[in-house]
């Protein structure tokens, strides 16, 4: 709530887009069906190809949007160089790119790496590969994700042709408004977009409160496409035009555009700095306090003493969106907070992009004549466009929280770009009529509440180490359509410290769990799917009892072959689990049927851990003080394996 309340107190925007692989789970996990325990149970490897394969496809379709920005020839490069107003969102995707394509190189041979251990006993290099695996995935998502966001930047800034001079069809679009003309028609418009707006962020509001929110992603795209049209027009009127002039490249350098320069530069080497972790909030803020100051210095001392808004309103809305980013980057480190992050450093990039041609505007029109007539509506104007901003990040925002398919900065119409800039549609038609902006369109950002999963125990209290049946049916939440996880830990515990077990998404399962051996409360939490950001969904609580003192059958502690076994007998059915030692990364379970009673009862059944599973015969001797038995290397057998002895403890250690 405080991100966007902060927003709104700053009423400017930043887009979001992107997809940032969150990865759950860890080395391993028991996943089967009632129905068939031994033919389905599996230990889970952490080797998450398909995620891999889903950030190369996002690789590949972004490099083709930057190919698509180069020249296709070296005499095209020539007569059309890449806008310099562009050229830091440019270098800046060409950092990300870098970085996107080394972590994925990397990603591949530790897969690979990992690929030769599967199947041999755990080991230390494992889980070093394990973590490494993990963090070059992470480094990878996060730098697709930059590259995405910085890559849609520099493609609407080629396309709002902030370089372009003697623009025929521009240049005849130039004009000054007409106030008695378009000066009523264009304060309503400017209201009437502030109040659909209003109605955005709001809904914003919820979806930040909503775990797991559902919204119509066509739209939400379709309003998301409308809104950055009309920013950009609002941004073209608020200087008295209908629409943007051709602009020169090379200006007399004025006082703001070198302030403006050093902003540039800071925000470059600022996003170029977050691409594989996030900066220490010292250090951010220090850097976004700089930037900050050398604007408010200029204001301070031009426009503000000699009390006019030529330009003020644009800084302003700069300043505002480098607050914006440092707000979001200390917001969090879930999928939606670094998305927005990234999005406001580019938006932060575009708006600097834009200024720098709106004072090249400002200084042409010095040597010309000054049009007739006043600016008409300027407050209003520049109000919606900070309100429109506002929106869009807060409408971005929502969208990949509701796992909406990114949409690109500029929105398109038959394969033309739509935007006030082009031929397809003028400023003032934009602002005035020609977009359904009416705060009916509000409903296009309306946001639900996703049904939760259903989540079931076999029984509420448990006794310590015998095995929990968690029921888990993932088909009413749109969080967990494709894989999510679950995670048990003592009630209260941090975020982050519950062994996680993989579900999965838009099914049934049955996740088999070891009991804590300390008593206590505990809970299974539900983690959304990777790709809806892996927040917590909702706790399921049950109570761990102490085991009785001393054996009663097979139920009791025993010292066994295998470590300390606990097993619980309850009308036949028997289940348990034991640790190899305290570098097991998961107990070993024991589920199974006990024949016979006293002292000459059997239990034949399964076992199951890290290393494997196979079946097991164990009969109870010595008065019911030890057993003894066999176990097997496959489910359908219980020799083979070796021998399996145990004695009775009697009381927990």
């Known amino acids: 709530m405080a991100i966007l309340d902060f927003l709104s107190k700053r009423r400017v925007g930043l887009t979001v887009g992107a997809t940032l692989l969150v990865l759950c789970g860890a080395l391993g996990g028991v996943l089967y069906h009632q129905r068939d325990f031994q033919q389905s149970a599996r230990v889970v490897q952490p080797i998450d190809s398909p995620a891999t394969a889903r950030l190369d496809r996002d690789l590949a379709q972004i490099l083709e949007l930057l190919d698509s920005l180069a020249p296709s020839d070296r005499s095209e490069a020539a007569t059309r160089p890449l806008c310099e107003r562009c050229s830091y969102l440019a270098q800046v995707a060409t950092g990300y790119r870098d970085r996107a394509t080394a972590a994925l190189a990397d990603v591949r041979k530790l897969e690979a790496a990992l690929s030769r251990l599967a199947g041999a006993p755990p080991s230390v290099e ?72 209003d109605h955005v962020i709001a809904q914003a509001r919820d979806c930040q409160a909503i775990a797991c929110p559902v919204m119509n992603c066509d739209r939400s795209a379709a309003l998301s496409a409308d809104l950055q049209i009309v920013e950009m027009s609002l941004a073209e009127l608020v200087g008295g035009r209908t629409a943007l ?60 003493r000699r009390g ?43 708006s600097a992009a834009r200024l720098d041609a709106a004072l090249s505007i400002g200084d042409e029109s010095a040597a010309k004549p000054a049009a007739a007539g006043p600016v008409c509506g300027t407050s209003e104007l520049a109000e919606a466009y900070l309100k429109a901003g ?30 006030a800039s082009d031929n397809e549609i003028g400023a003032l038609a ?64 941090p975020l982050g410290s519950e062994e996680r077990y993989r579900l999965v998404g838009s099914a049934t399962s049955e996740v088999s769990l070891a009991a804590p051996t300390n008593p206590g409360r505990y809970v299974v939490r539900v983690f959304a799917s990777p790709g809806r950001g892996g927040h917590l969904l909702s ?41 190899r030692g305290s ?41 019911g003080a030890s057993f003894r038995g066999t176990w097997g290397v496959t489910p359908n057998r219980t020799t083979g394996g070796g021998t399996w002895k145990g004695e009775c403890l009697g009381l927990l250690p």
């Open 430 to 493: 934009a602002v005035t009529g020609a977009l359904p902006l009416g705060e009916e369109r509000g409903a296009d950002a309306g946001v639900t509440q996703s049904f939760p999963a259903t989540i079931a125990f076999d029984r509420t209290e448990v006794l310590a180490g015998e095995i929990v049946s968690v029921s888990a049916d993932t088909s009413p939440s749109a969080c967990l359509i494709t894989d999510g996880a679950i995670g048990l830990v003592r009630a209260g515990a």
């Open 539 to 579: 706790e399921h609580g049950f109570t761990v009892q102490p085991l009785k003192p001393g054996c009663d059958g097979f139920t009791g502690l025993w010292d066994t072959s295998f470590g300390h076994l606990r097993l619980v007998d309850r009308d036949g059915r028997v289940t348990g689990s034991y640790r």
């Open 126 to 197: 494992q889980a070093s590969l394990a973590r490494a695996l993990a963090a070059r995935q992470n480094a990878a998502g996060r730098a697709v994700e930059g590259l995405r966001s910085f890559a849609d930047g520099a493609t609407a800034c080629e396309s709002e042709r902030l370089c372009t001079r003697d623009d025929p069809v521009r240049s005849a679009q130039t004009q000054s408004l007409n106030c008695a003309r378009d000066g009523q028609a264009i304060r309503a418009a400017a209201a009437r977009i502030g109040r659909l707006a």
């Open 390 to 419: 506002h929106a869009i990040a807060a409408l971005g925002f929502c969208r990949a929280k509701s796992a909406c398919a990114p949409s690109g900065t500029v929105a398109t119409l038959g394969g033309a770009l739509r935007s």
């Open 245 to 304: 002039p051709g602009v020169r490249q090379n200006i007399p350098t004025t006082g703001l555009a070198t302030v403006l320069g050093g902003v540039e530069r800071a925000l470059a080497r600022l996003a170029l700095d977050s691409a594989e972790s996030s900066l220490s909030p010292d250090v951010l803020s220090a850097r976004a306090n700089d930037m900050r100051d050398g604007l408010r210095a200029w204001l301070a001392e031009t426009e503000h």
């Open 583 to 623: 570098s097991a990364p998961r107990p070993g379970l024991v589920v199974g049927a006990r024949k016979g009673s006293g002292t000459s009862q059997v239990f034949e059944g399964t076992w199951l851990s890290e290393l494997g599973r196979g079946g097991t015969r164990l009969r109870l001797t010595n008065n």
């Open 308 to 350: 006019v808004r030529r330009d003020s309103w644009r800084v302003s809305a700069l300043i505002g969106e480098i607050d914006v980013a440092a707000e979001w980057a200390l917001g969090g480190e879930t999928t939606e907070y670094r998305r927005a992050y990234f999005a406001a450093l580019t938006r932060a990039m575009l």
